[in-house]
């Protein structure tokens, strides 16, 4: 199986934080109880002036920065998102613009839920196996709070905003092993057209969750012939500090191989993985040949897990 190589990352969240007690002061809930029931500490929000372009155009061009490389060569641009800026036009599009990407290229959006990053990786990798061009930049990008009902404190606190992006290419001297699917819904979690408000049923989600996400880790594990031993970083989707605690326990395998940073960012949907991908990188938690885990689940009952070489 030839493998992907992430070459580069990039992110950009909003300057705006929302805290806990900030949320507190406007529907009935308290910073105990967000924490206790979801790890999270504070979230970004959106500017007026900002758009899922602006944000994702952002984080591709730190990540092409980061490769260092010549942005003319990059072949094809997926975004992942629920919350594009409009039907169509697609974001892809516009980034292309924005920053003066080559004309003979692939750009389209992809929606997956909180999935999308991870769908967003396998379809990257396809496409850079039909060949005919290098590098492909995969982009996250949300503004869930404009999706929301500020009034519904069960869904408004849970979400936030963000993009980030990763720059790949082919490399056939790494493993990529992957497990994808859908079991199509949209009574679990939806955010309708035109502007939401998100609906979420909570407790039907968590047991979807904790249910579906270790044994899709192990089915990954079992396609790559390996055991949690043998991963050295697990990038989960950051929905819900307890499911990914949950899956720890599971897997028996120490806090320091799960990166989380859903404190600082809340569930930022498609751009949650990806976030946790820059971040890890950045801090140096990711190094040459380690084994790496991702694993996105959400709505449409999608979801999907990729173990791949650093
Ligand atoms: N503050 C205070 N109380 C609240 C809040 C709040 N923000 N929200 C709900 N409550 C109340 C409820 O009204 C309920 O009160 P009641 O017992 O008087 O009826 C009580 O707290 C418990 O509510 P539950 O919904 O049972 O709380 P639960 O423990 O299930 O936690 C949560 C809720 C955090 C949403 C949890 O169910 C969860 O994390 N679900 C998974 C979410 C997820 O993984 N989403 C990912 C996909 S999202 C995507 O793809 C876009």
Redesign the pocket.
């Known amino acids: 199986m030839s493998g992907i190589k992430i070459l580069g990352t990039g992110k950009y969240v909003p300057e705006k934080i929302i805290t806990n007690d900030d949320w507190a002061k406007l529907?009935?809930?308290?910073d105990e109880?967000?924490v206790q029931?979801?790890g999270m500490k504070e979230r970004h929000f959106a500017a007026d002036d900002e758009t899922t372009t602006s944000m994702g155009a952002a984080a591709v061009k730190l990540a092409i920065e980061d490769a260092g490389i010549d942005p003319q060569e990059v072949g094809a641009l997926i975004v992942a998102t629920?919350s594009a800026d409009n039907y169509s036009p697609s974001d892809a599009c516009l980034i292309q613009r924005d920053l003066g990407l080559r004309d003979n290229m692939i750009a389209f959006d992809i929606s997956a839920?909180?999935s999308g990053f991870v769908f967003g990786l396998e379809t990257m990798r396809g496409l850079l196996m039909s060949g005919g061009f290098k590098y492909g930049v995969l982009v996250a990008s949300e503004i869930l709070s404009r999706k929301m009902d500020k009034t519904d404190?069960?869904t408004c606190?849970?979400f936030g905003d963000g993009a980030a992006a990763a720059v790949i290419s082919l490399d056939d001297n790494s493993e990529y092993y992957s497990c994808i699917g859908v079991h199509g819904d949209d009574e679990l979690?939806k955010?309708p057209v035109p502007n939401g408000p998100?609906y979420?049923d909570?407790?039907a989600?968590?047991k979807f969750?904790v249910s579906s996400v270790p044994k899709l880790i192990n089915d990954v594990m079992e396609k790559a012939g390996v055991s949690p031993d043998d991963i050295d970083m697990f990038l989960l989707?950051q929905?819900?500090l307890?499911?990914i605690e949950a899956v720890q326990k599971r897997l028996k395998q120490p806090d320091e191989k799960f990166f989380i940073n859903i404190n600082k960012y809340g569930?930022t949907?498609a751009a949650s993985v990806a976030l946790a991908m820059d971040e890890a990188k950045k801090e140096g938690k990711l190094k040459p040949g380690m084994k790496v885990l991702l694993a996105g689940?959400?709505?449409g009952k999608t979801y999907g897990a990729i173990i791949f070489e650093w």
């Open positions: 529907v009935e809930t308290s109880w967000i029931r979801t629920v839920g909180c404190r069960s606190v849970l979690i955010v998100i979420m909570g407790q989600t968590y969750a989707h929905a819900n307890r499911i569930n949907s689940f959400g709505a």
